[in-house]
């Protein structure tokens, strides 16, 4: 799995695991619902800005989302 897949599916496990709907996840970041599906399907390289305000609204650091052996938020 590379980078993008793994960032991706930390935030989505995160989200989920927080009971949080994409949408709502993506008002609290400040992007665009669209742009957060890319990430967390692996198909957008998004900058560490995003991943900064990604982390801030899922209550995380930008390190827990990178990690390769996160457990999921």
């Known amino acids: 799995m590379d980078l993008?897949?793994?960032v991706g599916s930390n935030i989505k496990a995160a989200r989920e695991g927080r009971r949080l709907q994409q949408d709502a996840l993506a008002h609290e970041a400040g992007i665009h619902v669209t742009y957060l599906s890319?990430?967390?399907n692996g198909r957008r390289n998004m900058?560490?800005?995003v991943l900064e305000r990604i982390a801030r609204a899922l209550g995380m650091t930008e390190a827990e989302l990178v990690r390769r052996d996160a457990p999921g938020g």
């Open 47 to 49: 900058t560490l800005n």
């Open 38 to 40: 890319g990430v967390e």
């Open 4 to 6: 993008r897949e793994v």
